[in-house]
């Protein structure tokens, strides 16, 4: 079984920037992708970024526009995001997914094992 848990969300001021980190967990850690989710309040989860685990083609929404960046440190089976540029409209409960099988990396439902999610609130 794959856990992953992620880390660094808190209250950051419009403008500025955040680090979001999924550390995982479990005898056998190969996912085929990993992928950053994010749902506000009363909306549907949407895609945010996911980085292939071998070669690192990376994958992002379209809202993104250049203010995220997607890594990851396969020694460490962790992923990261990096958000600049930070805007109220960015706040979200964001979440970690592993997928394991080649296919949509927007769709929510191709991603095997998710983190609880960590909430952060961009300030106006």
């Known amino acids: 079984q794959v856990q992953l848990v992620e880390s660094g969300g808190g209250l950051v001021q419009a403008g500025g920037s955040l680090r979001l980190s999924c550390a995982a967990s479990?005898?056998?850690?190969?996912?085929?992708?990993m992928g950053w989710f994010r749902q506000a309040l009363g909306r549907e989860r949407e895609f945010v970024a996911a980085m292939l685990w071998s070669g690192g083609i990376t994958y992002y929404g379209d809202f993104v526009k250049g203010r995220f960046t997607i890594s990851r440190d396969n020694a460490k089976n962790s992923v990261y995001l990096q958000m600049n540029s930070l805007k109220p409209e960015d706040t979200a409960v964001y979440y970690c997914?592993?997928?394991?099988?080649?296919?949509?990396?927007?769709?929510?439902?191709?991603?095997?094992?998710w983190g609880q999610g960590t909430q952060f609130t961009v300030s106006s």
């Open positions: 997914a592993a997928k394991r099988y080649r296919g949509s990396y927007y769709n929510k439902y191709e991603y095997s094992y």
């Open positions: 479990g005898r056998t850690f190969s996912p085929y992708a």
